[in-house]
Structure formats: structure tokens, C-alpha cells
Nanobody, 122 residues
Framework: QVQLVESGGGSVQAGESLRLSCAASGRTFTNYAMGWFRQALGKEREFVAG????????GYADSVKGRFTISRDNAKNTVYLQMNSLKPEDTAVYYC???????????????WGQGTQVTVSS
């Protein structure tokens, strides 16, 4: 089992930035690709960004490319999502997820955090 705990959500104005963190515990952190998903009210959960266990490869949804950056610190068992130039349409609950591979992660995680709310007002 892997336990994931997100933090860093909040309410910001359009154009501002937030950094989400996800602390992992349980099984070896470097065994897993990590990622972020989000779910807006009334919509399905969608993939936002993912990163391989080494950090050597990343993937992003088209809607966040160039604005969001995913990174990880394996020494701290933590994955981050730096979100810049936030838009009202980025408003959602953001979930951290872990899976065996980046390819598998992009279609859904094996382990999930509880989520953190991000609200962007215009």
C-alpha cells in the first residue's frame, strides 16, 4: 500500500500561482510513477500531469502544457505540481496518484490521495 497526502490547495485570482505537494508513505516511493488528476464539479476526473519514477520523463494534459510543471524529490518522497498562470477553468479538486508506470498512470492511478481544492476566481 501507498498512502498519499496532498497539500497546498487554496483560493487564488486568475493569473496567480500555486504549488501542490503530495507526500507519499508506505511502499518504496521510487517504485512508482506519480501524477496529478483533477475533477471539477459535475465533470469526470481527468489526467493533469505525470512523472516517471526517476523524474526523467513527464507528461501533461494539453490544457495545462506550458503553465504547470510536475516534479519529484525522491529523497523526500514528495511530488509537486507547480501551477502558474492559473485560470478559472483550473478550478477543481486535485488528486495525487501513483501507479506502476507513466503509461498506466495516464489512464488512472492504483493509489490515490484524498484531494485538495483549488479555486481560481476571475
Amino acid at each position: 500500500q501507498v498512502q498519499l497526502v496532498e497539500s497546498g490547495g487554496g483560493s487564488v485570482q486568475a493569473g496567480e500561482s500555486l504549488r501542490l505537494s503530495c507526500a507519499a508513505s508506505g511502499r518504496t516511493f521510487t517504485n512508482y510513477a506519480m501524477g496529478w488528476f483533477r475533477q471539477a464539479l459535475g465533470k469526470e476526473r481527468e489526467f493533469v500531469a505525470g512523472i516517471t519514477w526517476s523524474g526523467g520523463r513527464t507528461g501533461y494534459a494539453d490544457s495545462v502544457k506550458g503553465r504547470f510543471t510536475i516534479s519529484r524529490d525522491n529523497a523526500k518522497n514528495t511530488v509537486y505540481l507547480q501551477m502558474n498562470s492559473l485560470k478559472p477553468e483550473d478550478t477543481a479538486v486535485y488528486y495525487c496518484a501513483a501507479s506502476d508506470s507513466l503509461a498506466r498512470l495516464s489512464s488512472g492511478g492504483d493509489y490515490w490521495g484524498q484531494g485538495t481544492q483549488v479555486t481560481v476566481s476571475s
